[in-house]
């Protein structure tokens, strides 16, 4: 497993942007595909972002399509999310998730970072 710490969060106005950073510890990160899923208030977690080990395959949710990019660097052991043209309703606990392979329910996940809140202002 790896252990996974969120940093980058921070108060926003609409149309901004922000890059979220993951920091992993642990031999394997070089080999699990790579997530972010979020959670606000009332709501179950939803996937945000996916990346595979070796950065050639990308899933993104429909929501977040043309608006959010996720990257690595293996060498780093870091994940990281840009967040462009931040809307209201991205409001949210942003969680670095990591899997063997690339899921998209946070039932797949094995190891979870705490989380960063990310609040966008309109």
């Known amino acids: 497993q790896v252990q996974l710490v969120e940093s980058g969060g921070g108060l926003v106005q609409a149309g901004g942007s922000l890059r979220l950073s993951c920091a992993a510890s642990?031999?394997?990160?070089?080999?699990?595909?790579m997530h972010w899923f979020r959670q606000s208030p009332g709501k179950e977690r939803e996937f945000v972002a996916a990346i595979s080990w070796n950065s050639r395959i990308t899933q993104y949710a429909d929501f977040v399509k043309g608006r959010f990019t996720i990257s690595r660097d293996n060498a780093k052991n870091t994940v990281y999310l840009q967040m462009n043209s931040l809307k209201p309703e991205d409001t949210a606990v942003y969680y670095c998730a990591g899997a063997r392979v690339v899921v998209t329910t946070p039932g797949g996940i094995h190891s979870w970072g705490r989380g960063t809140q990310v609040t966008v202002s309109s």
């Open positions: 642990g031999r394997s990160f070089s080999s699990y595909g």
